[in-house]
């Protein structure tokens, strides 16, 4: 891939202008990395509702249009329904347009095979965002781990609660997708939301080597099924070992100010313990971070904890990215492959029972 970052602001579109619109256009705001200069949704109430925020860019309902229109453009934010990623991130790259994806990449390794090759064939960038690695609390115990702080690392502890209560509204039309993407075996914990928790790990401690995991189901509403009670340990090729634990509340109450996730992330090192206490919801009102060594409990009280900040510095560091081309990119689709990878061999451990399943060796074993 030949880059050649820009000696001019980017100019860049919006694709989609559904929920997550809110949270990735704070990247843009007073931003010199940048100019916005189209917005892209079939929905014509969204393109007026987003043209508030942008009144000097020009709307278009798809993005054959912007194309056709003779636009100069540089860059989109590819915030499309996950089911449209692959047809639509090999459109946009096909323009000759950067692309920042949001994750999932896609369900399966053909499709990111496609995507890859799309990328390459047009010679543009396709980035896959993941906004958690951008998330303050979790950057600054990744800083604890690698200080020493903590001694050698021996594990890895995540727990994640879907809670059915509170937070902001999601628009209908955006459950009509996630239920294709339940029905095409890729559920909204362990897939969606899982992306997440899984590039942390892959962040944290680098490869995998074996994947165990029991992937339950629980009916919420008549044929509805959430993928959870869900277990998965894995282990990195350094030695880590890594928990996730998935569990519902469907009647609890989170207060959030975007999705009532209750999260948490622990590791643990021989001499003592990095602790972030929530993410999303607003769930443990403790400081965001802890760090227990040496008999003592350090709290992190000042630290960005807004999980829509984390949008705002993922997007940003693309933007000045390709402004700058101060790497590392975080994260490219080579990347985003290897957390598909892992999310596929936690199908593949479950489907066979909780075995030990390589992600190097899912090639063969996609489940259908
Ligand atoms: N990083 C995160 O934590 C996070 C959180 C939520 C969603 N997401 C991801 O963001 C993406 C969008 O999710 P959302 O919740 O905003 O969905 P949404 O359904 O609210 O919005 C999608 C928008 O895309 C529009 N659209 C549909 N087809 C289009 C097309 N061909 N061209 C342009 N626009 C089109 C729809 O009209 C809609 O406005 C998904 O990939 C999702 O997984 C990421």
Redesign the pocket.
């Given at each position: 891939m030949s880059f050649t970052p820009y000696d001019r602001p980017i100019r860049s579109a919006f694709?989609?202008?559904?929920?997550?619109?809110d949270l990735n256009m704070r990247a843009y705001l007073d931003n010199p990395d940048v100019e916005v200069v189209a917005l892209?949704?079939?929905?014509e109430a969204?393109r007026a509702q987003r043209q508030a925020d942008w009144p000097e860019a020009r709307t278009f309902a798809?993005?054959a249009e912007v194309a056709a229109s003779g636009l100069e453009v540089d860059a989109v934010e590819a915030?499309?329904?996950?089911p449209?990623?692959v047809e639509?991130v090999v459109e946009l790259l096909g323009y000759g347009w950067h692309v920042n994806l949001?994750?999932?990449m896609c369900n399966d390794l053909a499709s990111a095979q496609t995507m890859l090759d799309a990328a390459r064939e047009n010679d543009r960038i396709l980035r896959v965002?993941e906004?958690y690695i951008f998330y303050e609390p979790l950057r600054r115990l990744k800083e604890t781990v690698e200080s020493g702080d903590l001694g050698q690392v021996s594990g890895y502890t995540m727990k994640m609660v879907g809670s059915g209560q509170g937070g902001w509204d999601?628009?209908q039309?955006?459950y009509r997708?996630q239920l294709q993407q339940m029905k095409n075996g890729r559920g909204i914990l362990v897939f969606?939301d899982g992306w997440?928790k899984l590039a942390t790990a892959l962040w944290l401690f680098g490869p995998i080597k074996e994947v165990r995991a029991w992937v339950g189901s629980t009916e919420v509403f008549s044929t509805i099924f959430i993928d959870a009670p869900t277990t998965i340990a894995w282990a990195h090729e350094n030695g880590v070992r890594g928990v996730w634990d998935i569990t519902l509340a469907p009647d609890m109450y989170l207060r959030s100010d975007y999705y009532t996730n209750d999260e948490r992330w622990e590791v643990t090192g021989h001499k003592g313990f990095g602790r972030v206490n929530r993410c999303t919801g607003r769930g443990i009102q403790q400081p965001s971070l802890e760090v227990y060594a040496d008999g003592e409990m350090r709290s992190y009280h000042a630290l960005d904890d807004d999980w829509g900040s984390s949008?705002r510095d993922s997007g940003r560091h693309w933007l000045r990215w390709l402004h700058t081309g101060e790497g590392p990119l975080m994260w490219g689709g080579d990347d985003a492959v290897d957390v598909l990878r892992f999310a596929l061999a936690v199908y593949a451990s479950s489907a066979a029972g909780g075995i030990g399943i390589d992600p190097a060796a899912v090639d063969a074993m996609e489940p259908a």
């Open positions: 694709v989609g202008l559904g929920r997550i619109y892209v949704d079939p929905d969204r798809t993005a915030l499309l329904p996950i449209l990623h639509g949001q994750k999932p965002m906004n999601v628009p039309s955006s997708w969606d997440h949008f």
